[in-house]
């Protein structure tokens, strides 16, 4: 399991104190205001950052870090993802998995044990989520995260049992 993971990507600037407009990554917004640090990678070295104050315009995140004061340097930061410590995640409901915990896990028919493939990207479609499969070929199957389909995560091991309906390959 990853110890951090992106949480969103920070896309502009926001007014001359130096505050960060951020693109978040998570179905709550608000879950902003319970961090204290986030974490930035820059030239391969992962940076903790104080937060200063956050504010909220429509869909983004503004954020105010201690030590980023200013516009011009807030403007060095566009592009980069923030990130948060796995520890300082909220805790998640059963049967619920973060994103960066699911990707990467190789996935298995339940029926017959073969190897499918490895989740390269997972993503909402508003009713459920959606994992992208990789087979060694190269082809995609697109598995809905439904108990249907879904049979068991083990996130320990990076292994996804599924049962695959009719029309899914």
Same mark, same amino acid.
């Given at each position: ?5 992106? #949480?969103?990507?920070?896309?502009n ?6 505050y *960060?407009k @951020?693109?978040?990554?998570?179905? &709550? ?11 930035i990678m ?8 104080? *937060? ?6 429509? !869909?983004?995140? $503004?954020?105010?870090? @201690?030590?980023? &004061?200013s516009?011009e ?7 980069y993802y923030?990130?948060? !410590? ?8 059963? /049967?619920?998995?973060?994103?960066? /915990? ?8 339940? /029926? ?5 493939g490895? @989740? ?7 009713s !459920? ?18 108990? /249907?389909? #879904?049979?068991?995560? &083990? ?9 695959? $309906?009719?029309?899914?390959?």
């Amino acid at each position: 399991m990853k110890e951090y993971f992106e #949480i969103g990507q920070i896309v502009n600037t926001s007014g001359l104190r130096g505050y *960060i407009k @951020v693109k978040p990554f998570t179905d &709550d917004i608000k879950r902003f205001n319970k961090l204290k640090t986030i974490y930035i990678m820059i030239n391969k070295e992962l940076k903790e950052y104080t *937060i200063e104050e956050v504010k909220y315009v429509k !869909n983004s995140v $503004l954020l105010k870090l @201690v030590g980023i &004061d200013s516009i011009e340097e807030a403007e060095k930061y566009r592009n980069y993802y923030v990130q948060i !410590n796995k520890k300082d995640a909220p805790k998640l409901e059963k /049967d619920s998995y973060f994103i960066a /915990d699911i990707e990467d896990c190789k996935v298995y028919e339940q /029926d017959t044990n073969k190897y499918l493939g490895i @989740v390269t990207e997972v993503f909402p479609t508003g009713s !459920n989520d959606v994992y992208v499969v990789k087979s060694e070929e190269g082809k995609q199957i697109l598995l809905p995260a439904i108990k /249907d389909v #879904i049979k068991n995560v &083990d996130i320990e091991n990076k292994k996804i049992i599924v049962k695959l $309906l009719e029309g899914l390959i």
